[in-house]
């Protein structure tokens, strides 16, 4: 109920409300009659134009539907938050263009309340009622795997932006699923062989008590263990934890030389404030598996410790870097972050890259979509990242540079709060066990969608 | 494995659960209103600390107030931000009020309504985003105790708890103030006919809870960290603690408080994916025994 009063719906520019206004006083004076008469044949001609330019197909001019399936409250209401920005970004570039295959894109957007139940309802509604095109957005593994259920159920294209579940690609994925973040077990490639070698071999696990912390630890166990380090134990956390008091002081009393913490959401932020207060950030070796950018935003730099993974910073000196943070300043001068991270680079690029698929497939056929998707290949230097990516069609994940990085305290910049180390190829860091698990409904079992429109 | 931190923390994190019950207690006992605002003004509270702390929106005041030591401008948040949710308190009240006499789910609804409308506005003025309660320096960082280190700040949180409780004993045992209070939630008509004002009283207790409420929020933020849901987390414990406690008894609640900070602090150190359930097999547990809580006969708040 709640989340069905949030439903944001922005369908269009408010040329409603103004026509709506000329329309009143229409009915009182006749000059204005005509002038809503006369504006509504140059709009209407005007939109025609825009079609015939764009090249798009001309007998369906209804706008592309995009359902956008962010949390908004809960956990992860704040990544949800950049999330849902970096997608409207990436609509708002192609919109300025003059849209895809003729016609706009809109978006409509739920709360998907960090909750998996809510997601799967969230998602029922947007494909059965607003008859949506494409859904994108998530945050929480739970809430991602809920969606694409449904999604498969019905064909729908569905992007995971940000979840990082290795089961996301692994035993959850679907033919209709396409996962944009680097994954637990990526992360744990990236860091696991490097910090055995540097810090020690008596590891310690800090496992959140749910899927992803699961999957995650048990890919960082198994390359640990792999590499020689031995596991002292591995301490879970429930969900929804918020002292840690417990947990850090058995945590010493294992004498680990390494603990990697795969906590997430909420509870990392709590075990993180807690980890400084105590000052074992330095004591210990941690590997954080992944650290979100609108997480640790605003925090002083004292309260990031250890090495962590992403997928993006602000501060890379690479080429389009500058244009794009200054894009996002421009476009989310009301968001109290001001630069954009890991979290709102997914959703930027997932959308993009789905915009972007569409108008070389020249269709919003869920096939054709698909087909393409999974022979997406992008340039670092599009990406704004240090290697090529490229999607991989097995698991359905797209393979991306992993980064290593740590808080920068050698700069004074409040906003520079990371200090990238490493720089990790995808094909170093692939998820070969994701490649096992993983087995995509043939396409013969998925739905055609929209039902209307027919593989070209 | 050593026992002893474990029982330590226990203790400590039992004074805290304990503080975030006290205004809660005090909502529920009195007014027999349960409160499900308490958790907004728990985090309300911590954010308007925030902002006295650091008024960066003063301008060129808020710049030379920040020159003030840390110390000094964190009492006087411990002291103001709660000033500011009682007054908060105030206003929920006198809409809380049209509620009386009526059916519980009126008062539950309403409480409901303001907490989702306190927590938007949070989310508007703030942020979604994690925000940060600084504290001073001479009580943050570790303290070694063997080979274990704690966290200072936690023990200064639970001596700050227990100030906090001792005061709030000695208003409702040691002034007449506290006597009226008592005296409300035990007959009312009576206190009524005695010629004190009801409605003002109320007013008042509606203010000192919502105060605490607030006073939990800036001594826990800084251990659970600040997010505008963060109440959420406080008005779970806090309803458990006082039905376990017995409703309205201001020691129950300290007990209880106590009982459920060993249970999860000593589950956590042997067993931490059960420290969470913990609480909750206890609740189950003491109820089976006795229904109203552990002193809900012998309410402190009962002549």
Redesign the interface.
Known sequence: MISERRMERRRGNDSNGAGSRANALGLRRGFWRAALALSTVLVLGSACKKGDQAGGDKSDKKPILIGITADASGQYAASGDSDKRGVIMAINEFNARGGLLGRQIKWIHADTESTPATGSRVAERMITQDKVDFLIGAMSSGVANAISQVAQKYGVVYLNTNSSSPSESGENCHRTKFVWDGNGNNFAQAAVKGAIGKFGKKWLLITNDYGWGHDTSNATRKLATENGATIVDELLVPQGTRDFGATLLKAQQKHAEVIAAAVGGDDLKAMRTQVSQMKLGSKYAWINNQQDWPDVYGLPKTDIFGVFGTTWYYGFDLPGVKEFNARYQKENADSKIKTPGNVFYNGYWATRSLLETIEKAKTTNNHAVIKELEQLRIPATVRMQHHDAFMNPKTHQLQQTIYLATANMDSKDPEDLFKVLTNTAPDQVVDKEADAKCKLEPFEATPVYPAAVAAQ | ??LL??LI??I??GVLFGVIALGFMLIVGVMEVINLAHGSLFALGAYIAMEIINPGWLGRFGESFVAIPLPIRYALALLLAPIVIGVVGMGLERAVRRTYGKKAEYGLLLTFGASLVLEEGI?IV???????LPVPESV???ILAG????????FFAAALGIVLMGLVWLFLEKTPYGARVKADAHDSEMVRALGINIGRLRLFVFAFGAALAAAAGIILT????L???VGV?AVIPAFLIIVLGGVGSFWGAVIAGLLVGLT??????FA??????SMYLLLIFVLSFRARGLLGKKSALEA
């Open positions: 494995m050593n931190p474990h923390n226990g400590a994190l989310r703030w942020g979604k985003g994690e925000q940060h943050d960082g570790p080979e274990v280190i704690y966290s200072k700040y936690r800084p251990i659970w960290g997010r505008p849901h987390d999860v602090g000593i589950t956590g150190g931490p994916d059960w420290a969470n359930m």
